[in-house]
């Protein structure tokens, strides 16, 4: 299994409890087995409230692929700002360095 995918479901308020049903049960048929589906309403009065239902899915191999192609990029990314962080370490060490007061010899 290369890896899992987050899918979402949304579901606007304005269903009547018999559609909402029906709809929750179209989404249910549709969902894998093991997919451990969450259920969550969200939303308030002013903007309305919509339930969403994710759930975990396996990738397919287009997706994979797609994965691990920009996270070797990302990852050669972050390589490069942590040598810059590196040599910009040095620079400010250097600078402390050449600033600290001499030290007297009694």
């Not at 929750?24 to 002013?46: F, H, I, K, M, N």
Request: hydrophobic share 40%.
């Amino acid at each position: 299994m290369p890896g899992r995918v987050r899918e979402l479901f949304e579901i606007k308020d304005h269903l009547s409890l018999d559609q909402l049903i029906e709809r929750l049960a179209e989404v249910r048929s549709r969902l894998p087995e093991t997919c451990d589906a969450q259920l969550r309403l969200s939303g308030d009065d002013v903007v309305g409230r919509q339930l969403s239902i994710s759930y975990y899915r396996d990738m397919t191999n287009a997706e994979a692929e797609l994965e691990e192609r920009y996270a070797t990029e990302a990852l050669q990314a972050m390589e490069v700002r942590i040598d810059r962080l590196r040599e910009q370490l040095e620079v400010v060490n250097s600078l402390q360095w050449c600033r600290q007061p001499a030290r007297r010899v009694a």
